[in-house]
Nanobody, 123 residues
Framework: QVQTVESGGGLVQPGGSLRISCTTSGFIFSDYWMYWLRQAPGKELEWVSWISQSGDETKYRESVKGRFVISRDNVKNTLYLQMNLLKPEDTALYYC????????????????RGQGTQVTVSS
């Protein structure tokens, strides 16, 4: 079955950096567009970034543009999010999910998420 395992979160000071990862199994990783989502306590789930199957197309929500970089390794079946210049408002539980369908960008499949990885930005 589809499995995603997020890792790499932690506590970091404002202005710091962190790289989170998502290892996947149970599906052909290179066939799917992938997404990072996040949810802060008491707030709605929000989309952070997506990346195409090959990695040649990426997009970011406005608030993280220029600070976050999404990437993927289709040999290791792993998704990454490099987060720089972190701000307290980046504090959230981060999830990776795949697209609903292979080989197209059709929207994320929330059921494919793992347990998430907590990122806390605080001094």
């Amino acid at each position: 079955q589809v499995q995603t395992v997020e890792s790499g979160g932690g506590l970091v000071q404002p202005g710091g950096s962190l790289r989170i990862s998502c290892t996947t199994s149970g599906f052909i990783f290179s066939d799917y567009w992938m997404y990072w989502l996040r949810q802060a306590p008491g707030k709605e789930l929000e989309w952070v970034s997506w990346i195409s199957q090959s990695g040649d197309e990426t997009k970011y929500r406005e608030s993280v543009k220029g600070r976050f970089v999404i990437s993927r390794d289709n040999v290791k079946n792993t998704l990454y999010l490099q987060m720089n210049l972190l701000k307290p408002e980046d504090t959230a539980l981060y999830y990776c999910v795949r697209d609903r369908r292979p080989r197209v960008r059709g929207g994320f499949d929330w059921t494919s998420r793992g347990q998430g990885t907590q990122v806390t930005v605080s001094s």
